[in-house]
């Protein structure tokens, strides 16, 4: 079984300042990872997705993310928040592909704060 | 490509009605998934579906929510009968494959009075 956790429910920064959201990950076998943007009355939108090959990921509007599997970490980062970027931020994980049925599962989310 | 469509977007109905969320996948896609999303409990997956075929309903509620996908390029999501606490947002997602990339529809805000 594959689970997320993400630490920090709500994450304030000023604009300008770096973002990091934080993820953590426990799978038993190779994850596939994502991060999803929601932005306020819409449906979740892919930011950035890790499957294989490269360990830094970078995704749409300037994030990127870095698998390190002795971390069992996924954390998402942008040098420079934009008052553009407030929304919510949510991790997930999949199993790679066995041949058999699997399902993403969602971390509970972090929402971020862009102040002036 | 239009995306995945969901309809109707907003729902307002009464304790006890049924209550249908219909959903049309991007085409192409093979896997498709519905969540219900609220600020208790967050995004939680309700049901799951891999070439019309349900892989895992072990997230639907109860016995009042079903959900059937008789072909590949739509879904349906009822509620019967409907309860206060069924008030949320439903969102339908498809994907490629199970493991790949979900794209998500605009959603369903569900307010059950």
């Known amino acids: 079984a594959q689970s997320v956790t993400q630490l920090g429910s709500h994450v304030s920064v000023s604009e300008g300042a770096l973002v990091l959201l934080r993820c953590n990950y426990s799978s038993s076998v190779p994850p596939y990872l994502f991060w999803y943007v929601q932005y306020p009355n819409q449906g979740l939108q892919l930011l950035l997705k890790?499957?294989?090959?490269?360990?830094l990921v970078k995704g749409i509007n300037g994030f990127e993310a870095e698998f390190k599997k002795s971390e069992t970490s996924f954390h998402l980062t942008k040098p420079s928040a934009h008052m553009s970027d407030a929304a919510e931020y949510f991790c997930a994980v999949t199993l790679s592909y066995t041949g058999t049925a699997s399902k993403l599962t969602f971390g509970t989310g972090t929402r971020l704060q862009v102040t002036l | 490509d239009a995306g995945v469509i969901q309809s109707p977007r907003h729902e307002v109905t009464e304790m006890g009605q049924e209550v249908t969320l219909r959903c049309k996948p991007i085409?192409?896609?093979?896997?498709l998934f519905w969540y219900r999303q609220t600020m208790m409990r967050g995004l939680e997956l309700l049901i799951y579906?891999?070439?019309?075929?349900?892989?895992?309903d072990s997230g639907m509620p109860e016995d009042r929510f079903s959900a059937k996908m008789p072909n590949a390029s739509f879904s349906t999501l009822k509620i019967q009968p409907s309860e206060p606490r069924d008030s949320a947002v439903y969102f339908c997602a498809s994907s490629p494959g199970l493991a790949y990339t979900q794209y998500f529809g605009p959603g369903t805000r569900l307010t059950v009075l």
């Open positions: 085409s192409g896609h093979n896997s």
């Open positions: 579906f891999n070439n019309n075929v349900p892989i895992d």
């Open positions: 890790y499957t294989t090959g490269a360990t």
